[in-house]
């Protein structure tokens, strides 16, 4: 488990409409709050955006169940620095991608033999602290991924699940995290595995229904191969994804960029990958209760699924309009001051 990183493991609500809101936030220290506030938010914002968000899951005509607890809703409107409607179309774009492709994305149970595999074999781990910029690292081994055990699956499942144990915290909100893939050893039958469309699927998932701040994607070791397919995806990315993007020829390098200490043992650092990979694998059956009860989360697949955004079918006027009103004001409280 991540050291500084506020974790909740209670059980979850997917009610749109709950008896009771949980509106339980972990306290921030100083540090996140003035990253917090950089992003637009205060104690105003905060509690107005989250009911304005409640609100609009409540009347949207295609969510039929959706989490509504505060550590879910600030995880998008952080994301897109209280832009409401950003925010908005983020989470429905996030149920869609749930919804349609569920393969990769639910049944995140540490307990399947795939995913429990990839973690022993420490393909995806987090790194024991946060950085110097108070963000969550995260590391990859390429070896840990054999093509003649595992399916393409199994690693999509395996990054999802670390990031939805992880984005929903105040720290990788408001700081940001950091992905370290080592692709020294990479198994080279795994790239004939996903096709094309796959990665053109993928490519428009990550710009369109990842609510996560990613602030670095450092890749090292790279052989020539993987090098020109990930040039091919990285075209497919957003100018911000690809302005964040570092490729290191030597560990050295790396470590110019990222503080060794932090890395595993065998990468410079003080603890070996597998004790890692360990500890986080106790951290997922402990997430596990609130992660297979993602999968419940459901939303209405339509031939038009911007309707509701055109011509606010199944929403009040004034209502979507208001919605709209959002998008030209920086967070919530441009809109109250007028």
């Given at each position: ?149 595992n399916t393409v699956i199994g690693p999509i499942k395996a990054i999802h699940m670390l990031g939805e144990i992880f984005y929903e915290t105040n720290e990788a909100q408001c ?125 209405e697949l339509t031939d038009n699924p911007n309707s509701v955004w055109t011509n606010g079918e199944g929403l009040e006027e004034g209502a979507i309009g208001s919605f709209r ?14």
């Open positions: 488990m991540t050291e500084g990183v506020g974790f909740r493991f209670g059980k979850l609500s997917v009610d749109k409409v709950p008896d009771v809101y949980d509106d339980e936030v972990l306290e921030m220290s100083q540090f996140y709050q003035d990253l917090a506030k950089e992003l637009g938010e205060n104690e105003l914002s905060r509690q107005q955006s989250i009911q304005q968000f409640r609100d609009w899951i409540a009347k949207h005509p295609h969510i039929k169940r959706c989490r509504t607890d505060a550590p879910f809703l600030l995880r998008f409107l952080r994301t897109k620095k209280y832009s409401f409607i950003q925010a908005a179309k983020t989470l429905e774009s996030y149920l869609v991608a749930r919804t349609k492709h569920r393969k990769w994305f639910n049944n995140l149970d540490i307990d399947e033999p795939e995913l429990s595999g990839l973690i022993d074999a420490c393909y995806l781990f987090p790194l024991p602290r946060l950085d110097s910029n108070g963000r969550a690292v995260f590391f990859s081994c390429s070896s840990g991924f054999d093509a003649n055990k700081a940001g995290c950091v992905w370290i893939f080592d692709m020294e050893l990479i198994d080279m039958n795994a790239l004939g595995l996903i096709t094309v469309q796959d990665i053109r699927t993928l490519a428009e998932l990550v710009n369109t229904a990842a609510a996560a701040r990613i602030r670095e994607l450092h890749f090292i070791n790279t052989p020539a191969v993987a090098r020109t397919i990930a040039n091919l995806v990285l075209q497919l990315m957003s100018d911000k994804i690809r302005s964040r993007v570092f490729c290191h020829a030597s560990l050295g390098d790396l470590h110019s960029k990222v503080d060794k200490t932090l890395l595993p043992k065998e990468f410079g650092g003080e603890i070996p990958a597998a004790e890692l990979a360990a500890s986080y694998k106790d951290l997922c059956r402990k997430m596990r209760p609130r992660l297979l009860t993602l999968d419940e989360m459901e939303i009103k959002l998008s030209s004001c920086e967070n919530f409280l441009d809109l109250v001051a007028e």
